[in-house]
């Protein structure tokens, strides 16, 4: 067999290994969405991406591990916006009015992250190390030096960029937590309650900001 012949085997064996991992990792994402973590069923998962139960074995052990590396793949794509937002140019305002739109806009796609992150934290709390070590992970440096000038500046009442960012992910990340709490409470739909996360969207910033203008 020609080494030519032999490099272009190997290629497509990646390829296939690359494809058929895409395929688990999109079939458990939308079987995790749908019916959690404890729901979800591995065979499900390998019949929803078109293998048998073994192969999906072969790529990931335990349904922990598929969870996990489903929930890397999405982190993946939400860190690197959210640090983009905190570490650009634009004023306070604008950085919780893009967070808040992104953040909620993202999760609503993803509405098992923020479940996923306590359960993980509680479980394991060297889980958050894992997550640092993803260099895109968001940094609030550059957002807590805005807020302590624009506060010097007299443009925002006193608060500190910690509490202040405290108060934008609690009140981003809490209607997802407590979806069912909040679903029974209001006596919404599956319907009213992603119409409430759509509006939500800017409401959040609209309350935060008219709370911290001085």
Not at 47 to 70: C, P, T, W
Not at 142 to 149: E, G, L, R, W, Y
Request: charged share 25%; with cysteine.
């Amino acid at each position: 067999m020609s080494t030519k012949w032999l490099n272009y085997l190997v290629k497509m064996a990646k390829t296939k290994d690359t494809n058929t991992e895409g395929k688990i990792l999109s079939a458990a994402e939308n079987i995790f969405q749908s019916k959690g973590m404890d729901g979800a069923r591995m065979q499900e998962i390998a019949d929803k991406a078109g293998i048998n139960k073994a192969m999906l074995h072969y790529y990931y052990r335990s349904k922990q591990l598929l969870f996990e590396a489903v929930f890397n793949k999405a982190f993946s794509l939400l860190a690197p916006q959210l640090n983009t937002i905190l570490n650009d140019d634009s004023s306070v305002e604008d950085k919780i009015k893009k967070f808040t739109f992104n953040y909620i806009s993202f999760i609503s796609k993803h509405p098992y992250l923020p479940n996923f992150i306590l359960q993980e934290l509680n479980r394991n709390p060297d889980f958050v190390k894992k997550l640092q070590s993803n260099e895109r992970f968001p940094s609030l440096d550059k957002f807590k030096m805005q807020v302590t000038s624009e506060v010097e500046k007299g443009n925002l009442k006193l608060i500190s960029g910690e509490q202040l960012f405290i108060n934008i992910i609690s009140l981003c990340v809490f209607p997802f937590i407590g979806s069912p709490l909040i679903k029974v409470f209001l006596k919404l739909s599956d319907k009213d309650y992603k119409q409430l996360m759509k509006d939500r969207k800017t409401e959040i910033a609209d309350f935060i900001i008219n709370s911290i203008k001085a």
